[in-house]
T-cell receptor, first 115, second 113 residues
Framework: NAGVMQNPRHLVRRRGQEARLRCSPMKGHSHVYWYRQLPEEGLKFMVY????????ESGMPKERFSAEFPKEGPSILRIQQVVRGDSAAYFC?????????????FGSGTRLTVV | AQRVTQPEKLLSVFKGAPVELKCNYS??????LFWYVQYSRQRLQLLLR??SRESIKGFTADLNKGETSFHLKKPFAQEEDSAMYYCALSVKTNNNAGNMLTFGGGTRLMVKP
């Protein structure tokens, strides 16, 4: 079991470009969570998805950010027209069920740098 | 509203000294609390959860509902314990469809030789 896989590990984008971050959950996990870690800050919840459904996106900025978890393939976090403030580490976690008791397994993260 | 507070951004101790990383929470429901550790440039790893009441790498944490705290303790710190530690609370999503983790701001533990 390869665990939660995120790619790329590092991503550099110029201001105004699009960033696409991918997350493949652990085998058998159908719940995916995205978190953002700004420099010198803790992790902030962004969005919670199940296959083909967004369960909670209360932590997502209203503009430029979107997420999906299609029936086939990885979950994608998309940031359009990136700005310097988007530079952060983006972590994905997965769990087999909806409750906290199931535990959450984290990926290694994608470090986005906007230049 | 649910909230997790870790009052110390940095905690520096000498090897062999006791360690206590503070965590306080605010939640109207029944709390499920976790400690995660992040070693340098690695992924977050679950250290322990309050429901299992186990000791991992010498660390323990007791849930104190009266004080709404879940402090992480270790009697004798080791250099390899140096890492970021995050306290997390599992909370219901807005629509009650599931749970998600709310994290504290993290505490960087530095254990000096």
């Amino acid at each position: 079991n390869a665990g939660v896989m995120q790619n790329p590990r590092h991503l550099v984008r110029r201001r105004g470009q699009e960033a696409r971050l991918r997350c493949s959950p652990m085998k058998g996990h159908s719940h995916v969570y995205w978190y953002r870690q700004l420099p010198e800050e803790g992790l902030k919840f962004m969005v919670y998805l199940q296959k083909e459904n967004i369960i909670d996106e209360s932590g997502m900025p209203k503009e430029r950010f979107s997420a999906e978890f299609p029936k086939e393939g990885p979950s994608i976090l998309r940031i359009q027209q990136v700005v310097r403030g988007d530079s952060a580490a983006y972590f994905c976690a997965s769990s087999p069920g909806a409750g906290g008791d199931y535990g959450y397994t984290f990926g290694s993260g994608t470090r986005l740098t906007v230049v | 509203a649910q909230r997790v507070t870790q009052p110390e951004k940095l905690l520096s101790v000498f090897k062999g000294a006791p360690v206590e990383l503070k965590c306080n929470y605010s939640y109207s429901g029944s709390p499920e609390l976790f400690w995660y550790v992040q070693y340098s440039r690695q992924r977050l790893q679950l250290l322990l959860r309050h429901i299992s009441r186990e000791s991992i790498k010498g660390f323990t944490a007791d849930l104190n509902k009266g004080e709404t705290s879940f402090h992480l303790k270790k009697p004798f710190a080791q250099e390899e314990d140096s890492a970021m530690y995050y306290c997390a609370l599992s909370v219901k999503t807005n629509n009650n469809a599931g749970n998600m983790l709310t994290f504290g701001g993290g505490t960087r533990l530095m254990v000096k030789p």
